[in-house]
């Protein structure tokens, strides 16, 4: 992304989160952009972690061809950056309207509290992100609730966006290309999505969601 030797320094003020295998920081120079890093914890398994990021790095530009990217509800990918902290993964940062850091969908579906505001607009957005993973036939490893994120405008919420997990891992990633494969592949990562989501969120509204999703989505 950027030409020269220049480095990106990535302070603990920038951070945003982390999971088991990277950091994220908010880009220094672009507010609507976040860098990744590997967490150095990995030490070892840095390779594995490299190679996972060069599948969803793959995946993106192999979308980018076919201009699916604009529309997938996926965070867009923007290239790699020197940081202090080794080779950072350059992504769109997706921020609320009030231009907050956009929660995942863990942390609203954890809380009844939460959920009681937003569950028919959670059910909304959730159908909505499985018609555009079919119609835009996106390709992604296990789908989990910290992955994605919802982006929540000045009252309700505007959208899913998966920021975690893209691409596949097959040697000939045979769903890039030819949609039968594709679309079976989005039906049985959304069937598990929906598998996981029951056996983790036992809360009352969580599994109200559930089932209204249940009866809406085609079996
Ligand atoms: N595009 C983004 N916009 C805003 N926040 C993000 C974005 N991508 C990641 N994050 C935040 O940073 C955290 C870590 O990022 P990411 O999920 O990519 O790391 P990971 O280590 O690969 O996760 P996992 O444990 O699922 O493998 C996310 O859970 C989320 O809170
Ligand atoms: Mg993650």
């Not at 302070?11 to 989160?17: H, N, P, V």
């Not at 972690?49 to 993106?60: H, L, M, P, S, T």
């Not at 080794?86 to 992504?91: A, L, S």
């Not at 959730?126 to 835009?136: A, G, P, V």
Request: proline fraction near 4%; charged fraction near 25%.
């Amino acid at each position: 992304m950027n030409t020269a030797e220049e480095i990106v320094f990535l302070k603990e003020e920038l951070f945003i989160g982390e999971g088991e295998h990277k950091k994220c920081y908010e880009h220094p120079g672009n507010g609507d952009l976040c860098v990744k890093v590997i967490h150095s914890a990995f030490g070892k398994r840095k390779d594995a972690i490299d190679k996972a990021i060069k599948r969803e790095v793959g995946y993106q530009t192999a979308m980018n061809k076919n201009g699916a990217c604009l529309l997938a509800p996926i965070s867009r990918y923007f290239g790699t950056v020197k940081t202090n902290f080794g080779t950072g993964y350059v992504f769109e940062l997706i921020r609320d309207g009030d231009g907050r850091i956009s929660s995942s969908l863990h942390e609203y579906l954890k809380s009844d509290d939460v959920l009681r505001n937003f569950l028919p607009q959670l059910v909304h957005v959730l159908l909505k992100l499985r018609e555009d993973m079919l119609s835009l036939k996106i390709v992604t490893m296990n789908i989990f609730p910290k992955n994605i994120l919802v982006q929540k405008g000045p009252e309700n919420i505007v959208k899913l966006v998966i920021v975690d997990n893209v691409g596949s891992a097959s040697l000939i990633p045979l769903e890039y290309y030819i949609p039968y494969f594709a679309l079976a592949r989005v039906n049985r990562r959304w069937a598990r999505f929906m598998r996981f989501l029951e056996g983790r969120y036992k809360n009352l509204l969580a599994v109200e969601l559930l089932k209204q999703l249940a009866v809406a989505q085609p079996k």
